[in-house]
């Protein structure tokens, strides 16, 4: 797209505030050039682009203390980065923005396995955390899809959560205190190395914040011992309402496996396409996982499989070994791959009540067909986290806003039936305007009350969260 040339002043005042960034970090931390700026136009919600008007990247708290007090004092919205594997477009910049991006604080600080916590600097990846005590038997529980590649900053901003989550829960489950660089460059200490750490719990507005109060540095996560063993059974049904009352049934009867995954058949079909991990040509699956000690598998397994008898499955296949467990979940870990490779997609994020599953996955169903885009199933069914994926193309005129129709009509059903915009993937651009399906217009006021406190001038990821209406006076000010 052919953008028209940037103005004197605002090419001055670029100018002014690159120097001054110069001024404080080392050269190859301050990204300016225009054609290099554009690694940075968009997260994984790729639909939205927009080059910042620079990008840092420091290496140490001090630094980013320095770079935010720069960007107070010249008035300039800062965009906290991690990855850019956002759903959500949370690390989506705006044109006058500098984007700060933590990929190169990425060392182990401190392993306290007698506490049984690490501490870390935010830019390191998820499953390197894992893979810093691994050898030592221990592991970090949220285990998003993307933890190859996502940052603990960015799983903090979102309160991400992953396949093992039913059991361990969300990366709010796991934190235990963070650094925190506020927009003015003061940095302080929220929580500790140790559960319930004193004062208010700040920990817990931080996580799941989304970048709008402050730039995490610096994170302390419990870690966990790996269990004995952990052993995953695929079911398959004839229709996705069958396989959703399974899942609820299996909740009622007070059975806690690590992970119970959903994917449906346009899902399954492209899956097998892509990774050819044996999964049956079925309506819907689950990957139910449970751990332990052998007899507790054994026992656990024994009762979800006499629940899922009564579904009338079509496929049960426990593993056996290692390499069948494997093979099981290839097909589930690759499933968004897979589905990219045949089209554009949507990702949602709704999260329901697990006993409105079957009731949700069919109306689903019929708006899809109304909308005449197909909708594709893949979800951490335990929680009840769903991911509808709306299949389009963008290079038709309109289906992207179709797609966008039907997502908004998906999530307001999630709101409905009791559950609520997001479960994990965070609001970011793609929810904000939203919001007031959710949040009264009371209780969104409260929520930018906080804003205010951290940060007033509302600098911080400013177009993000709160639909615009509510915000932009705010912002204005
Ligand atoms: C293939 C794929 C699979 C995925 N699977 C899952 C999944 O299973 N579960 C899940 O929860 N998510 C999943 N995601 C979404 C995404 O990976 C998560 O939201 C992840 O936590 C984002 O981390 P990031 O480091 O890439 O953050 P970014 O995308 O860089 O940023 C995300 C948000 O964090 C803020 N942020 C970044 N750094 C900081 C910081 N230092 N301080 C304050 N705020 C900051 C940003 O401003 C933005 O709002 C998936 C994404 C993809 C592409």
Known sequence: MHMPPPDAGVLARKSRIVERLLAVLPEDAVVHDEAETRAYECDALTAYRCPPLAAVLPRSTDEVAAVLRVCHEERVPVVPRGSGTSLAGGALPTADCVILGVARLNRVLETDYANRFIRVQSGRTNLSVTGAVEADGFFYAPDPSSQLACAIAGNIAMNSGGAHCLKYGVTTNNLLGVTLVLMDGTVVEIGGAHLDAGGLDLLGVICGSEGQLGVVTEATLRILPKPEGARPVLMGFASNE?????????????????????????????????????????EALLIVEVEGSAAEIDDQLARIVEIARRHDPVELRESRSDE???????????????????????????????TELPRVLRRIGELSAEAG????????AGDGNMHPLILFDANRPGDLERCERL???????????????????GVGVEKRDLMSVQ?????????????????????????????LEASGVRRAG
Request: proline share 6%; net charge negative; charged share 25%.
């Open 373 to 380: 885009l197909e909708v594709a199933n893949v979800f951490h």
């Open 242 to 282: 069958v396989a959703g009352a399974c899942v609820s049934d299996i909740i009622r009867a007070g059975i806690l496996p690590v992970a119970i995954e959903f994917m449906d058949r346009p899902c399954i079909r492209a899956t097998e396409a892509f990774a050819k991990a044996g999964y049956p040509d079925c």
């Open 407 to 425: 997502g908004a009509e998906i999530l307001k059903l999630c709101v409905e039936v009791g559950g609520c915009l997001t479960g994990e993937h």
């Open 439 to 467: 949040f009264s217009p009371v209780d969104l006021e409260a929520q930018m009350r906080v804003k205010d406190v951290f940060d007033p001038r509302w600098l911080l990821n400013p177009a993000k969260v709160f639909p």
């Open 324 to 354: 069948e467990s494997r093979r099981i979940w290839l097909g589930r870990k690759s499933a968004f791959g897979a589905m990219g490779q045949i089209n554009d997609y949507m990702c949602l994020d709704g999260t329901i009540p697990v």
